[in-house]
């Protein structure tokens, strides 16, 4: 058990939905980093968030955004879903200045 | 544009003997490098990691060696267990613009046959 929990498990919507997925740290981890993994690609990083504000963003769509709160918690927000949106998304965490990132057990998205 | 490389999609190793998985990476920025291991319907779990300032650094069973000039990793599991069955993911890190954020390769699915 890395410490890092996401919710829910499995999402199973439809195309044109919304969902927000949702991503308790570690204690005292103040970095949260959200990944999408798809089925012909390694782990992709999609954004970072450090002590509630934006660090770094990679290959996020304009129809995702996240933010971070004050209780350190992140929500990944996914809008106009698509089928090729279907994938796990992962969320990690780690201390203020660590490489190291323990990674959460995942929330598997499915668009039919 | 694939800057972490793991050219092998599997590899199958006899209990006890050594299993070597191998990694590259074409970005000169990087400047820490990884190892994870993930086990189907779970996050990849943090094995060992490795500065560009060092070319070893061991943990246990792991080994993980690096070769900057070749821009080339490996990790090294000695004995191999069947519990390593795993897909282990190489991923390299530099810290740009103060992010840590994690540069994964595809995966390499390692079976270790009884």
């Known amino acids: 058990d890395s410490g890092v929990t996401q919710t829910p498990k499995h999402l199973i919507t439809a195309t044109g939905q919304r969902v927000t997925l949702r991503c308790s740290p570690r204690?005292?981890?103040?970095?949260v980093y959200w990944y999408q993994q798809s089925l012909d690609q390694g782990l992709q990083f999609l954004i970072q968030?450090?002590?509630?504000?934006?660090?770094a963003k990679g290959n996020i769509l304009e129809r995702f955004s996240a933010q971070q709160f004050p209780d350190l918690h992140s929500e990944l927000n996914l809008s106009s879903l698509e089928l090729g949106d279907s994938a796990l998304y992962f969320c990690?965490?780690?201390?203020?200045?660590?490489?190291?990132?323990?990674f959460g057990p995942g929330t598997r998205l499915t668009v039919l | 544009d694939q800057q972490v490389k793991q050219n092998s999609p599997s590899l199958s190793v006899q209990e006890g003997r050594i299993s070597i998985l191998n990694c590259d990476y074409t970005?000169?920025?990087?400047?820490?490098f990884l190892w994870y291991k993930k086990y189907p319907a779970e996050g990849p779990t943090f094995l060992i990691s490795?500065?560009?300032?060092?070319d070893k650094n061991e943990d246990g069973r792991f080994t993980v060696f690096l070769n900057k000039s070749a821009k080339h990793l490996s990790l090294h599991i000695v004995p191999s267990q069947p519990g390593d069955s795993a897909v282990y993911f190489c991923?390299?890190?530099?810290?740009?613009?103060?992010?840590?954020?994690?540069?994964f390769g595809k995966g390499t699915k390692l079976s270790v046959i009884p």
């Open positions: 991923a390299a890190s530099g810290q740009g613009a103060g992010s840590y954020q994690l540069t």
């Open positions: 968030y450090y002590n509630g504000e934006e660090r």
């Open positions: 204690s005292g981890d103040l970095s």
């Open positions: 990690a965490s780690s201390v203020t200045s660590g490489y190291e990132q323990f």
């Open positions: 490795i500065s560009s300032i060092k």
């Open positions: 970005n000169s920025m990087f400047d820490y």
